[in-house]
């Protein structure tokens, strides 16, 4: 597939280039000859943690050998239970643009219940690191932006959540919630509109109150979940 999109000559303006594990990402950075490489505009990592995986700073590596990532837009997903080495961060000072995009599904003790093994002291320290990294890197276009889950296990707390991070952002818009389908179990359409209302009011007064730019989460998880999160569970 890579490989047949990489004879297409026009495929380097603008490209995007998505690597979803670090089996995946050392195959495909591989597979990319130096001319090719020098081509493509944007770098999309996935999950899990790329900053875990030691082809991410083989990856990076690569690239500023190369000399392009001034050229270069890197975005990629952080649960923030790792960061960046010295050497990692040297490079990724070096891109034209940032785009981090971190994850929590909670607060404190509610964040390391639902994500077994981490640790709120350490994930929220890192968290902090980005912010200072990104404020000073070369490129103002470059953002840290904040998503959770929606589940059953933390609805109930999502004003909690936006209160805690909105302290660290002028704008909330950077913070956005999407409601998990799967597995079934943990959808809040097993919820009833009654019980659910509430606190997506009380998510609303918070943001209201703030006096911020912001989204409309309620909205958002309302819309993605259409008829399903409250399907009939009267």
Not at 12 to 21: I, Q
Not at 69 to 75: G, I, S, T, V
Not at 101 to 112: I, K, M, P, Q
Not at 190 to 209: D, F, I
Request: glycine share 6%.
């Amino acid at each position: 597939k890579w490989q047949s999109l990489i004879k297409k000559k026009k495929v380097f303006k603008n490209s995007k280039v998505y690597w979803n594990n670090p089996s995946d990402l050392r195959k495909k950075s591989n597979s990319y000859t130096d001319d090719e490489l020098k081509g493509v505009r944007v770098i999309k990592l996935m999950g899990g943690e790329p900053f875990h995986a030691k082809e991410t700073g083989e990856l990076l590596e690569r690239i500023d050998s190369l000399g392009i990532a001034p050229n270069m837009r890197l975005e990629t997903p952080t649960n923030c239970s790792t960061f960046p080495t010295l050497r990692q961060q040297e490079i990724l000072s070096k891109f034209e643009q940032l785009g981090i995009g971190t994850s929590f599904d909670g607060v404190r003790e509610l964040n390391d219940w639902i994500r077994y093994g981490s640790k709120w002291d350490v994930v929220i320290k890192n968290f902090e690191k980005w912010l200072e990294f990104c404020e000073t890197h070369r490129s103002p276009e470059t953002t840290v932006t904040i998503s959770n889950t929606v589940t059953v296990l933390n609805v109930n707390r999502l004003a909690e959540f936006y209160r805690f991070f909105g302290q660290y952002f002028s704008n909330l818009s950077k913070i956005s919630s999407f409601p998990a389908f799967h597995p079934d179990h943990l959808s809040i359409r097993n919820l009833r509109e009654v019980e659910v209302e509430p606190w997506l009011g009380e998510l609303g007064s918070v943001l209201y109150g703030s006096g911020k730019q912001h989204g409309d989460p309620m909205a958002d998880i309302r819309a993605r979940a259409e008829s399903r999160i409250m399907s009939g569970n009267d």
